[in-house]
């Protein structure tokens, strides 16, 4: 079994664990970038980390919900990983609509 796995808990509670994983990360990078974004942004902003969000969710969370038990053992690392892309990718996202509009903001 892949080193990155939710071993600790029960099987039934991988999903919920994972689409959890991946609603904090979102919102955290969310968070973490409506500080330090103009106003104007931010919604803008609020409305692309939602949609990928969304994305992720459909695209690669949601298939791993209706497994039986051996079908998330066999998938144990996507358990853990997907959030992780997911959430990667929103904060690399936040960090570089900050830099970005940091840089275009006129001095």
Known sequence: MNTLSLFFLP??????AAVALSVVLVVAALLWARKRLVPATTLL???????????????????????????QWARASSYVTVPLWIGGIAWAA??????????????
């Open 94 to 107: 936040a960090l570089l609509a900050v830099r970005l509009l940091r840089a275009a903001r006129p001095s």
């Open 45 to 71: 902003f609020s409305a692309f980390a939602l949609l990928w969000w969304l994305f992720g969710f459909v695209l690669a969370l949601w298939p791993l919900h209706g497994l039986d038990a051996f079908a």
């Open 11 to 16: 099987v039934a509670l991988w999903w919920p």
